[in-house]
């Protein structure tokens, strides 16, 4: 099994910064994509950013030029950096990673971290 713990969220206001981070562990022996998903009151999940063990990203069209996501060289954590953060940013942020454990590869999920963004 893989657990993944998140960290970083809270309140900030429109326009400032938050680092989210979130950390792997467990019995894995390999993390291929890892990445952030975020879920609005009413909404649905939706894709923010991923990046790959090769270091390539895919980011959300609403985040691209605020938002940069990274691996740490441990390659079994991952981070974004939200800059110029919206009100429409407000959500629950989940980490995810694609993660070989035991025989399988599937996909993993965090318990979620709040971005709250005042107007």
């Known amino acids: 099994q893989v657990q993944l713990v998140e960290s970083g969220g809270g309140l900030v206001q429109a326009g400032g910064s938050l680092r989210l981070s979130c950390a792997a562990s467990g019995s894995f022996s390999s993390i291929n994509t890892m990445g952030w998903y975020r879920q609005a009151p009413g909404k649905q999940r939706e894709l923010v950013a991923t990046?790959?063990?090769?270091?390539?990203?895919n980011y959300a069209d609403s985040v691209k030029g605020r938002f940069t996501i990274s691996r740490g060289n441990a390659k079994n954590t991952v981070y974004l950096q939200m800059n110029s953060l919206k009100p429409e940013d407000t959500a629950v942020y989940y980490c995810?990673?694609?993660?070989?454990?035991?025989?399988?590869?599937?996909?993993?999920w965090g318990q979620g971290t709040q971005v709250t963004v005042s107007s």
């Open positions: 995810y990673a694609y993660a070989h454990s035991m025989t399988n590869w599937g996909p993993y």
């Open positions: 990046v790959t063990s090769d270091g390539s990203t």
